[in-house]
C-alpha cells in the first residue's frame, strides 16, 4: 500500500481549507485517508500562523515508515525544515513562448528539409540503378 501525505480538500465553494492527510495513493483526493496530519488554510495571509498547522511528529513517523509528500506539502516540509525540497529546473520554461515557438518551428522545417533531401538522394539512387541495369542490358 504506497502512502503519500497530501491534501484533501475540504470547506465550502469557493472558501477552500486543505487537510493535510496520509492517505493510500490508490484513494480519492478527497475520499479515505489514515490519518489527519495538519491544515491548511490559503484564505489567511502569509504571516498568519493560522494559516498553516502541521504535527510535525506525526509527518516525521509516516516519511520514516516511506510515505512520499506531494509537490505542495513538500513546499510545507522544506520551509518547516523537516524535508529538503529538490530545486526543479526547467529552463525552457524561461524562455518566452513566442521564441520557444520560433524555435520549434525551425526544428519542424529543418527535419522537413533533411527528410526532402533524403528522399532526393534515394530518388537519384534508384535512378543511377536504373541506368546501370540499362546500360547492363545493353
Known amino acids: 500500500m504506497p502512502v503519500v501525505i497530501r491534501m484533501a480538500r475540504a470547506g465550502t465553494k469557493k472558501r477552500p481549507v486543505y487537510h493535510i492527510v496520509a492517505a493510500d495513493s490508490r484513494s480519492p483526493r478527497d475520499g479515505r485517508f489514515i490519518e489527519r496530519l495538519g491544515y491548511f ?14 504535527d510535525l511528529d506525526k509527518v516525521k513517523a ?5 510515505a512520499q509528500p506531494s509537490d505542495r506539502v513538500m513546499r510545507f516540509l522544506d520551509a518547516a525544515g523537516v524535508a529538503k525540497r529538490e530545486k526543479r529546473n526547467n ?9 520557444r515557438k ?3 518551428e525551425e526544428k519542424v522545417k529543418a527535419a522537413e528539409a ?3 533531401e533524403a528522399k532526393a538522394k ?9 541506368a546501370a541495369a ?3 542490358k545493353a
Open 41 to 54: 488554510n490559503p484564505l489567511l495571509p502569509k504571516d498568519k500562523t493560522e494559516r498553516l498547522k502541521l
Open 62 to 66: 509516516w516519511m520514516a515508515k516511506g
Open 91 to 99: 529552463p525552457e520554461k524561461a524562455v518566452p513562448r513566442k521564441e
Open 102 to 104: 520560433a524555435a520549434n
Open 114 to 116: 533533411a527528410k526532402a
Open 122 to 130: 534515394a530518388d537519384a539512387k534508384v535512378r543511377e540503378d536504373a
Open 134 to 136: 540499362a546500360a547492363a
